[in-house]
């Protein structure tokens, strides 16, 4: 009995070692009263996928254009304590009025990149979409490429280097 108790230890110690997973917090209603985090405009009042950014904290940072969300995670100034991101769902979007709640994982969108479409603040865009039958319809009609998440080429969005 002794041996079996012995043996049972390390299983209990690891186990108990785990935290429990952080709940995701939800995606937030895009209203006319948010500005972006780098231009401090009137996020709405911008055509083009918009961003929004939740740290731990609950604090909530809206950007205009999918580039920019992209880019306050490549930057080393800008805040790691991130818990969320979400990005505006293309699939049946508006260009020109996106949605206020149509809101997907950034981690699990498919990203065009490369597109005739200009964004928010009127630069190359990064386009998201739920699922890459969708993405690859758009770039039939505007250009580009498809690309994940994790896969998006810094420069490209950092210093707006052309893709291969």
Same mark, same amino acid.
């Given at each position: ?8 230890? /390390? ?5 108990? *070692?785990?935290? /429990? /997973?952080?709940?995701? /917090? ?6 006319? *009263? *948010?500005? &972006? ?12 996928? %918009? &961003?929004?950014?939740?740290? +731990?904290?609950? %604090?909530?940072?809206?950007? =205009? ?7 306050? =995670?490549?930057?080393? *100034? ?7 991101? @979400? ?6 979007? $508006?260009?020109?009025?996106? &949605?206020?709640? $149509? ?7 498919? @990203? ?9 603040? &009127?630069?190359?865009? =990064? ?5 890459? =039958? ?6 039939? %009609? ?7 998440? +994790? ?8 210093? $707006? %280097?052309?893709? $291969?």
């Amino acid at each position: 009995m002794y041996k079996f108790a012995v043996l049972l230890l /390390p299983l209990f110690l690891i186990a108990c *070692e785990k935290a /429990p /997973p952080a709940e995701v /917090p939800v995606a937030q209603t895009l209203t006319r *009263e *948010e500005n &972006g985090y780098y231009c401090l405009m009137t996020v709405v009042n911008h055509s083009g996928p %918009k &961003g929004q950014i939740i740290l +731990d904290d609950n %604090k909530v940072l809206w950007f =205009t254009s999918v580039r920019d969300t992209i880019s306050f =995670t490549f930057s080393p *100034e800008e805040p790691k304590n991130i818990s969320a991101i @979400y990005v505006n769902d293309m699939a049946d979007a $508006n260009w020109e009025k996106p &949605g206020l709640d $149509n809101w997907i994982d950034a981690h699990t969108a498919w @990203y065009v990149l490369g597109s005739e479409k200009a964004g928010g603040m &009127g630069t190359p865009e =990064t386009v998201p979409f739920s699922t890459k =039958t969708k993405a690859a319809s758009f770039i039939k %009609k505007y250009g580009g490429i498809i690309h994940r998440f +994790d896969t998006i080429p810094k420069e490209y969005i950092v210093i $707006n %280097k052309p893709l $291969n």
